[in-house]
């Protein structure tokens, strides 16, 4: 028998916000105080809540709030879609800034270190990892140095460029960049329709309860952000079901047959399949819509097998 509508009509809801607002507010107050050197530096920045926080597509099961302290003085440019005159032209108007992210990305690091205890502050790889033991923050927090990334679409003269806004970092210890686009993921994702993050919350609910209680021998490995960009490309027709499992199964059945080359991230910038660091691979992808139509099918015979190893 399938999962039952019960089920689902508790998994589509958002989880509480432990205090996401307020620690990024804390951030912000904390590098902007007077002796901070990102205050006394000539760059300018900007301190926001990123991932499930952000897109109201956290659960239960969530619990570090991603935040980003970008640097917006300077930025990173992407030119691939200008000409060779318009590409001439922003070279001429543009040179290397005196306050870039590397001053940027150490400053914030080692201010902080000075604002919490060695035993509760770490940076070893993407972020920045503040741990709420430290009694100055409700909630941990994962907090990403960035600075602005600019796609340019378009470069008449100075300051008349169009271009769309995103961020890059760099993981500590790495040359590797990373760019992505969190405002047009937020923006398209508001753009979907209504029932889309609920949709979001129910599949990543259901990836938890396999992992948790359903399977003894087995686990879904699909991260979050690879969720969210799945159900971004489920059909509309699909996400207006008002019935939560049959738009579960529904939309399981368009995933099984879809052709994934044709998946866009939410940002619609870059496919979510590929080889880059921004992209998803599609054997994690399979395994979470396998391994949720098993439970889908065999809900009640495998969830009593499975409990009796709990």
């Keep these: 028998m399938p999962i039952p509508e019960s089920k689902f009509n508790d998994w589509h809801k958002t989880g509480a916000d432990k205090g996401s607002k307020e620690a990024a507010d804390k951030i912000e107050w904390l590098l902007t105080m007077d002796r901070s050197p990102v205050k006394q530096s000539d760059g300018s920045f900007t301190v926001l809540r990123q991932g499930s926080y952000k897109n109201t597509t956290h659960t239960y099961g969530s619990s570090d709030v991603d935040i980003i302290a970008k640097l917006t003085s300077a930025w990173t440019r992407d030119l691939s879609e200008l000409d060779d005159d318009e590409r001439e032209l922003y070279h001429s108007h543009h040179g290397t800034p005196d306050y870039g992210y590397d001053e940027f990305a150490d400053d914030v690091w080692q201010w902080l270190t000075k604002q919490f205890d060695s035993s509760y502050i770490s940076w070893n790889g993407k972020a920045i990892e503040i741990n709420s033991e430290s009694n100055r923050l409700s ?96 059909p509309e027709d699909i996400l207006k079901r008002s019935s939560r499992s049959d738009r579960f199964d529904e939309a399981l059945t368009h995933l099984q047959n879809a052709d994934f080359t044709e998946f866009d991230q939410v940002s619609e910038m870059e496919p979510l399949f590929g080889d880059s660091n921004t992209q998803w691979n599609t054997t994690e992808a399979n395994e979470l819509i396998t391994r949720l139509r098993e ?6 015979d495998k969830k009593k097998n499975a409990q009796l190893f709990h």
Aim: charged share 25%.
């Design 295 to 300: 439970m889908w099918n065999d809900w009640y």
């Design 139 to 234: 909630v941990d927090v994962d907090l990403v140095p960035c600075i602005e990334h600019r796609y340019y679409t378009s470069y008449p003269g100075y300051e008349q460029g169009e271009y769309i806004s995103g961020m890059a970092f760099e993981p500590r210890f790495s040359d590797e960049i990373i760019i992505n686009y969190p405002t047009e993921h937020y923006k398209n994702g508001c753009d979907k329709h209504s029932n889309y993050k609920e949709t979001v919350r129910i599949f990543k609910n259901a990836r938890d309860y396999y992992n948790d209680h359903f399977d003894t021998f087995w686990t879904i490995s699909a991260h979050s952000y690879g969720i969210e960009c799945l159900i971004y490309n489920v």
